[in-house]
């Protein structure tokens, strides 16, 4: 009897190591797939820092070439217009109005 009872145990703890080890298995399939996922994100996000720089820098540039422009030749308007230049700062993605003239 007491045979019967060690061996019904020994069954059960088999089949909860069985268990175990499938849920093991899983997780090990899912963390894998999750990793591959977040070097995915990981290289998308550089990607765009370095897109984003990359139009920090050309807007500087032209931000510059405007201002030296208007220091060289300024242009001519007719009296009733107005003209809004607009920057895009580096904290914040959209653009910022800057000023308004008026001629």
Do not use: H
């Given at each position: 009897e007491?045979?019967?009872?060690?061996e019904?145990k020994?069954t059960?703890?088999?089949?909860?190591?069985?268990?175990l080890?499938?849920?093991?298995?899983?997780?090990?399939?899912?963390t894998?797939?999750?990793?591959e996922?977040?070097a995915?994100?990981q290289?998308?996000?550089?990607?765009?820092?370095?897109?984003?720089?990359?139009?920090?820098?050309?807007?500087?540039?032209?931000?510059?070439?405007l201002?030296?422009?208007?220091a060289?030749?300024?242009?001519?308007?007719?009296?009733?217009?107005?003209?809004?230049?607009?920057?895009?700062?580096?904290?914040?993605?959209?653009?910022?109005?800057?000023?308004?003239?008026?001629?």
């Open positions: 007491k045979n019967l009872k060690l019904e020994i059960m703890l088999q089949q909860q190591n069985e268990e080890r499938a849920r093991i298995e899983q997780n090990t399939v899912i894998r797939q999750l990793s996922e977040n995915n994100l290289e998308y996000v550089e990607k765009e820092v370095e897109e984003k720089k990359k139009l920090s820098r050309t807007n500087e540039e032209l931000l510059w070439k201002q030296e422009g208007d060289v030749s300024p242009v001519k308007l007719p009296p009733t217009s107005s003209t809004s230049f607009y920057r895009c700062s580096s904290e914040n993605s959209s653009p910022a109005k800057v000023r308004t003239l008026r001629r």
